[in-house]
RNA sequence: GCCGCGGUAGCUCAGUGGUAGAGCGCGUCAUUGGUAAUGACGAGGCCGAGAGUUCAAUUCUCUCUCGUGGCACCA
């Protein structure tokens, strides 16, 4: 007299089925190529292996490899697990720890033996050997309930110390899941799992690497040895992934800043860039617009000084946080040795200390402060193309998106209380007007309180709350904008608002931000004289919206691939005459382009135009106008636009035109005024 | 800062216990050629820095440094 469970499915129907009868026995009732085809189960929601019995009624949904994101997380997660136990099958004595699916496939972390050397890429190929005969074995994998100490137990007996002290610190009362691998290996984990190691397909993973990682994340802990690998469906969309990657590195900003002479860093100053002519002419560009943005949306911009006394970053809270990644500088006349050669100068005792700004808010907090500022006056926007030093990890720096010297797009809205929502709206609409003019689409993110701060609860509380509230009033609370809550990520000193951009392959970058301050201008003692005649503090919102200019160069360099939009590119265009009789009308050429302001450079080398073509398509140059006796005689240039097969011909002056309206930055078109 | 890997010509890289090689680039000459590499010749190197082993070190060992892939960090 079994009562027969409910179990409907995704079209609408329902099936009987008997009580101890899993997902895995819906499917084989549906149908054999169901049975076979089923990965997992979407049970009430919730993904769950096909053999689980069902709790009770439910809906049921039967996961397939057409449901390419459960089913890539599934086979993932289950690559990890196939590579944990490869390597334990082995290196006998490798302890193992974690291992998750992660975006392009997934890594396991492990702790080789005491009597090997931790692994390393030369290790890869055998492991990746043993993994296929694992899934070739199609081992099932099953499920099962463990008391905390059974794991204990299992776990210190098999000398696996990570494991064990993880158990440990598991829920006393909950059951605890392990899955078999066949009868012979196991893992705890909480699942859900494939049915067995033959769903996975044996061409869809690749090992990439090997790295260092700490045990739970903390560097005070022992260094494990992650495997990274990337885990597919099949072995199309793991050669398409592999192409992926190829194409990502050919847009490597540190190997296009090299082949097109933007920049170059070295040893004497690592961490700061060498800026060449071509490179700094997209600063330029960059630093022309944003000035134009801020000029015309009510900021004022300043300059403060590079030095300031110690006492100053103790004051504002600095010194106490970040000393130890910032410069610091004696005031003093150095010693000079009487060694040549000897570039060590001694530091007195008593020398006064400076310390080269990380940042520019205190500064920003000094120049609001000269004079009395009334509440009439506010808000009042400072901005400055700050230069910033800040010595990082020298693990952490990377080509311009993570230097020790930087220059921000920098400013602080001193206003009062009631300003706050208003000017972070206001902001929100500045930044998409300058993310869409370089063609990023982007999410909105809150940084809320970190678990070290400044600054009481309800200051938090307002903050944290003004911050949504101008984000809701710009329209952008919502899915489409990627809307997010990122809890314990923000500053110390106030929770952030972040954009995070999408490039051209998808990649996303944080640069923007704007932040809510209340705790600076208390420690700095910032006022206003309010209409009650009394002292009032102002909120302090910090802002930026390229972040810094190395690293949006950076992201732009790789968003386009090196092609950047003609307003930004270095050179703009080339005329290339092809026989050397033509080189005066070539020049002519040029001059008339340059004066309508292109930048543009006549090629007069004695080379055949292929070789120019070609020269000047591998370095992007957005237009190369071919000149010939046809075009002197004609008056015209024959153009060929990079990225298009085929060349225009056009008069010098319709050239001119078309030239000075593809230059013309996003912002001062006819259509943007 | 931690783990792994690397540093040889301007760039990309090969190579060796007896102080070095290619391709591209650069220079010179010839060539004046209509849309992705014309040819010949030539000049370039303290083989990242320091120490050690050795008759001898670019090569082996150690230290440092920078880069690189991760981790940790990112006001």
New binding site residues.
Partial sequence: MTELLKISLPDGSVREMERGSSPADVAAAIGPGLAKAALAARVDGEVRDLGRPFDGDAQLELITARDEADALELARHDFAHVLAEAVQALYPGTQITFGPATDDGFYYDVMAPASR??F??EDLPAIEEQMRAIIKADKPLRREAWSRQKLIDKWEADGEAFKAEWAKELPENEELTVYWSGDDWLDMCRGPHLPSTGKLDPQAFKL???????WR???NNA?L??I?GTGWLNKKQLNLHLHNLEEAAKR?H??LG??MDLFH???EA??SVFWHPKGYRIWRELEAYMRRKMDSTGYREIKTPQLMDVRQWEQSG?WG??AE??FAVPDMVPEVSEDEGNAAPTVAADADWLAIK??N?PAHVIVFKQGITSYRDLPIRLGEMGCCH??????????LM?VRQFTQDDAHIFCTEAQVVEEVRAFCELANSVYQDFGFTYHVKLALRPEKRFGSEADWDKAEQELRDAVAEAGMANEEYGWEELPGEG???AP?LEWHLTDAIGRTWQVG?I?GDRVLPDRLDATYVGEDGGRHRPVML?RAIFGSYERFIGILIEHYAGRLPVWLAPVQAVVA?????IDGYAQEVEAKLKAAGIRVEADLR??????K???H??AKVPH?L???????EEGSV?I?T??EKD?R?MSLDDAVAMLTAAATPPDLRPEAV
């Fill in positions: 050397e931790p390393s890429s990439m690497r090997v790295a260092g990682a700490y994340g903390d560097q260094q040895t992650r990274y490597d540190r190997k090299r082949e860093l070295q040893e690592h961490g600095h946080k970040y990644n910032m990380p940042m808010c800040r010595n990082e990890p020298h693990g952490a720096l990377h080509g993570r500053a110390f000193y952030k931000t932040q910090h005459p092809i026989v050397s009789d004695n080379e055949k135009i292929n070789y073509v070609r020269e398509s591998l190369l071919v000149v010939g006796k046809r075009e002197a024959a060929r990079l990225g060349q011909v």
